[in-house]
Every structure is written in structure tokens, then in C-alpha cells.
């Protein structure tokens, strides 16, 4: 009997136990967090990143070594979290009151996280005077400004300047005849002109992007709100049927079996000259020289026009930047680093080490070389065409990925049933 | 009032598993219910309850279409060839056989392996032997999708059900098998009469955990192919998810997962019923 009540004792000891756990732990915690705030002691900010390319985790650790450096008391924790997994990870730690201090945030996060009251307004930094006009529009809202970008990423074309060589194509090309006269040539000396790996759904949407920015973006066409509300249609656009019709043209200069090749593979066929081009965002030329350090690669719009002068690159406000929580326990300290990392001389670290083309006035470009120097030469003859967002709401773009994805598996024929199928999956999308 | 006490003292033991699956499993699932009554987004503190807006609208939405169709073709392709390819192997493994244990690890380990990394290794077969020899890859046709990804199900799971199957087969008496051989049944007699009768409570645990398990798949789908090319591997999960955490409409993805979590609890219990309902006993 005295053993039957000894173990049941023990047994609820162990029940009171686990649960005055938590208690005991919560209750550390707070004594702890008064101790620190007490004496002032080392402040972490934690600072959840999106972004893996190595070029820009190498050039954010040594602007997080510079900044600790002149501030002994501050502490940055980068917290890397894969892009997959990225919104789950940032969103789940806001709906649970668990915020980190900064964040990478992208522009299609607005409408969700600014109304909610997560996202700090930065409109008193001295910093927006480094932004050209135009450029934080994807992060204001009602005249708050909510992040600051680095970095601007567009689309473009971008090739390999041995492929071109090899294949005799003397001058990049400026019109479309020009274009498909180019594919030609490398096809003809057995190079791939256009390297898609479709089996990656965002492959899909980067040369659609690419080349409806330039087709339909940047030559007076709809814009991509507006075709979501449903205020015009594709069927009755001008612009995007000719932006099928691009996509019918380029087809045959694709790699065979284009959704069974993945994009790295791509990324390795252009950086060994096996492919002349891809048609995609600025970060091609990272990772393809990421696979062949010593190729030069090259950019230049995608010439949709027949005149060469209304090639120019067509280019949006930035969408993806860094923000602030509102929350953040370290606001304060928060802006100061958000603001240390986005000065003109963090930028021109930046594109010194290759990670990208800043947007922040003031960098210095002269030791930029191949793609970049391109980049930065069209940023400074200011030959861009400022264009309206290039993306749709995630609901949209799968669905316009879908039905662009169907248009090549059926081998491009139907450029009429293209455009209906959209317009009833956008339908279906706006009820 | 003795024996009650005694029975209170067993319950007492209980109590640290009770309150954590009550913390860990209980609560949230419940809470997670009513999100199906709202129009959460996923990321705001607020949100209100629609009633049952969600389940109307589930009624008429075209996207889950699709994706409903794949995850049956998916499930039952998966269910049938991964059990009769399971049977096969473990009746010939349960034979004298040299290198028994090299074949029993070979078709063990891939059970080790994550769906993810599995999905990643295949997709470079299929992107680089698979379109060298069928002239397309398996992966990059709508056509034939859901076959590349059924094939990596198969080598990634097929190890637990041929262990099981195994282990059944080895609980069978051999007096069955040679008595009926006694009464002048031949092999495949046997095989249908005796073995797959006296198999019936493998069948129960093998069929149903693949089907439901399948029904549910979404590590490998996602890693192979994303739900493309052009949503035709896209399974009732990778729409949940999608409209979870890419569409913002939380709401709405509980909704479907509500109707989805019924759906496979009355399929697991009619299949569960129907093999109980064919086992002998020993």
C-alpha cells in the first residue's frame, strides 16, 4: 500500500513538474531580459534574410562586420531561411507575436503586413533621399515609405560573349528580326540559342516576364493591376497577343525538352558556352558565373520592337527590400543598421562584390566589369523604361504560369485559345 | 470503492502523456477547426467568422478540380502497384534465397532517405537517362508526370510494406501450406487459398496507411515538380498549402483541409472495415 502511494505521489510530482517547467523558464527569461535592459548591455538584433545568393550573404557579413564594429553594443544575428520556406517562416512569426527586429520584405507582402501594423514607417530617414524617383513606390503606401531596397533586379537578356563570338554575331542585337537572326546563328553553329529550365514553375514566369515587360509593359500596354481588376482583357489586348506570338517565334530556339531541364542546368549551359542566352532577371549573370568564373557574359533588353530605338531596357521599382518591425523591442537600433546597410558606401560594396546593381545614388561604378558594367551603363545613360509592377498576385501568376506552361507544352499553336483560357482563369480569380 | 482506487492509480500515469497530447495534438487541432469559419489571412491578429462561406465557395471553386483528380490517380496508382510490387518481393525474400539479406537492405534503405533528397536525385535520372533513352523526360510532360512521381514514391517507400508483408508471411503456419498440398493444391492455389487469406491483417496495415499516406502526398511532389507542368501533379495538399501561405486565404485552406481530413478518415475506416472483415483466423 505504502509503495502504491509512493508511486502515485512520484507520478504526480512528475505531472506538477513538467508543467511548472515552463513557469520556471518563463519566469528566468523575464528576470533576464530585466537584468539586460537594466545595465544596457549587448543589444541582438535578429534579422531574418531571404536571400541566399553567396555573393550577397558575402556582402551582407562584412556590412555586418563594419556596422558591429563601429557599434561595439550592437549585435546582428542573421537568421537564413531558404526562399521556399521564406513567407511561412516570416508570417508564422508575426501571426505568434514572436517578431525579429528586421526582415527582408517583398513589395507583394504590402498589402497584407502594412494594414496589419507590422511594418515600421521609415518615412523620416535621411536615407530616402538616395532613391531616384520612382524607386521606393513599390514600398510606400498613402506617402509612408515601409523598407529600403539595395538592389535592383530587372529583366533582361543576358548571354555569353563567347557563344556570340563563336558564332559570328558581331553586335548585340537591337531589333527582333535582329533577335531571331542571332538564334539562328547560334543554332546553326550548334549552340543552343535559348537555354529555359521550365521545370522550375518561376523559369516559366521569367521569360514571360522578360519579355511581356518589354512587349507589353513598356510599349503602352495594360497594366498588370489592371488586368487583374479585370478592366481590360487579354483577349482585347493588342500587346498581349503580340506577346504570345514573341513566345511562338522563340520556342523552336529552346533547348530540347525544356520542362525537364531545370534552371541550374541552364545557368551551367550558358556559363560554358553551350547556350547563347537566357531570358530572365539581372541574378542570371551571379549564377552563371557562380559556375564559370572566368565567362564573360553580357546584357541588353529584349529587342520586341523592329525600331531600335524603343529597344530600351524596361525596368520596375524594386520589389523585394528590408524592413523594420514595428514591434521590434530595438526599433531604434533596427533603423540605424537598416540604414548603415543601404548607404552609398554599403551599395558600392555591393556591387564590388558582385552581388547585384544597386539603386542607391552615389555608388561608385568604375570597378564594375562584364554584365555589371553593362548594367550600370544603362543605369546611367538612363536609357530605362519606367514601368508599372511586373508581377501578379501569387493567385494570378500561377495561374497565368499555368496557362503559359500549357501554351508551350502544346508546341505555342494557339495564340487566340491562350489568351481566352486566361482571361477565364483571371475571371474565375476576380469572383 | 478498492478497485476504483486502483484504477485511479494507473490514470495517474496518464497524466504526463495526457496533457501533452492535449497541448500538442488536441489543441490544435481544434483550434484549427474553427479557422475554417473565418476569413483568417494567414498573418493578421483579426480576422471574422464567414459561417460557412468557405465550404459554399469549396463547392464551386474550379481550381481543386485538378488537383482532386491527380491525388486519386496518385493515391490508387501508388496503393496498387507499391502493394503488389510489396507482396511480390516479400514472398520471394520469405524463399531460400542467396543474398537474401543483400536484397532485404537494398530495398530497405531508400526508406532512409528524405522524400525531398529522393525527389532531387530521380529528377537528375529523369532530367538526364530518362530524356536520353524516351527521348523526354517523365517529369516534363503532363503526361506523364504523375508516372515519374509514382516511381519515386515507390523506391522511396516500397521498403516498410515489403517488411511487413514479410513478416506475415513468416507468421503463417507451414501446416496450412502442406496440408493444402496434401489435397493436391498447386502453387498459385496455395498462393490465393492459403497465403493471401492468412495475409489479410498485412493488407489491412499495407493498404491502408499507403492509401490515406499517398492521398496525402506532398514532400515528394512539391521537390519534384513543384505541382507542374501546369498544375498537373498539383495534389489536394499543394493547394492547401498554396492557398495557406501563397494566397493569403488561411480560411479557406482550412476549410479544404477539414473536408480533405474527413475524406481520409471515412476512406481508411470503409478500407479498415472491409480487410477486417476478410481476415481467418490462425
Sequence with gaps: MKRKALTVMLAGLLAAGSMSYGTIVHAKEVKDEEVSNAEDEQITLEFINGSAEEQYVAWLDEVIANFEEANPNIKIEIQKTSIDSFNQTVMTRFAAGDVPDLFSFSANDMDDMVPSGYVLDLSGSANLENYSEGMLDSFTKDGKTYALPIANDFMCVTYNKAAFETAGIGEVPDTWTGFLDACKKLQEAGIVPIASGFSEQWVVNGTSQTTYCAQVLANDGPTLASMVDRTNKFADTEQWKAFFTKLQEIYPYMNQDPFGTDQNTCYSMLANGDAGMILNGTWTVTNATAMNPDAEFGIFALPVSENAEDNVMPMCPPESAVAVAAESPHAEEAVKFLEYMMSPDSASLYAEKGAGIPIVKGVDTANLTGAFKDAADIMNSGEVKVISSKSFPSANEDAFINDVSEFFLDGCEDVDGALEILDTDFDNLAQ | ?282
Design chain 2, 1 to 282: 470503492m478498492k478497485r476504483f482506487r486502483k484504477e485511479m492509480s494507473y490514470f495517474v500515469f496518464l497524466i504526463p502523456s495526457l496533457i501533452l497530447f492535449g497541448f500538442c495534438i488536441v489543441y490544435p487541432f481544434l483550434s484549427g477547426i474553427q479557422l475554417a469559419f473565418t476569413d483568417w489571412n494567414g498573418i493578421s491578429r483579426e480576422y471574422n467568422f464567414v459561417g460557412l462561406d468557405n465550404f459554399v465557395k469549396l463547392l464551386s471553386d474550379r481550381n481543386v478540380v485538378q488537383p482532386i483528380r491527380t491525388t486519386v490517380i496518385y493515391g490508387v496508382g501508388v496503393t496498387a502497384i507499391n502493394n503488389i510490387l510489396a507482396l511480390f518481393l516479400a514472398v520471394n525474400l520469405s524463399k531460400k534465397l542467396k543474398g537474401k539479406a543483400f536484397f532485404k537492405t537494398t530495398y530497405f534503405i531508400p526508406l532512409a532517405i528524405s522524400a525531398v533528397l529522393a525527389s532531387f536525385v530521380w529528377k537528375y535520372i529523369d532530367s538526364n537517362l530518362f530524356s536520353e533513352i524516351l527521348g523526354r523526360s517523365l517529369m516534363g510532360r503532363r503526361e506523364t508526370v504523375l508516372i515519374g512521381i509514382i516511381i519515386i514514391s515507390l523506391w522511396n517507400n516500397l521498403g516498410s510494406n515489403v517488411m511487413i508483408y514479410m513478416a506475415g508471411i513468416t507468421g503463417i503456419s507451414k501446416d496450412y501450406d502442406e496440408a493444402a498440398m496434401i489435397d493436391g493444391a498447386n502453387g498459385r492455389q496455395r498462393f490465393f487459398h492459403v497465403t493471401i487469406p492468412m495475409l489479410m491483417p498485412s493488407f489491412t496495415i499495407c493498404v491502408t496507411l499507403t492509401l490515406t499516406s499517398s492521398l496525402r502526398e506532398f514532400g515528394t511532389v512539391l521537390a519534384a515538380t513543384g505541382g507542374g507542368p501546369a498544375g498537373s501533379s498539383q495534389t489536394v495538399a499543394i493547394l492547401i498549402y498554396d492557398y495557406m501561405f501563397k494566397y493569403s486565404r488561411a480560411g479557406y485552406a482550412q476549410a479544404i483541409s477539414l473536408v480533405f481530413m474527413v475524406f481520409l478518415v471515412v476512406i481508411g475506416l470503409v478500407l479498415t472495415k472491409f480487410f477486417r472483415s476478410r481476415e481467418v483466423e490462425a
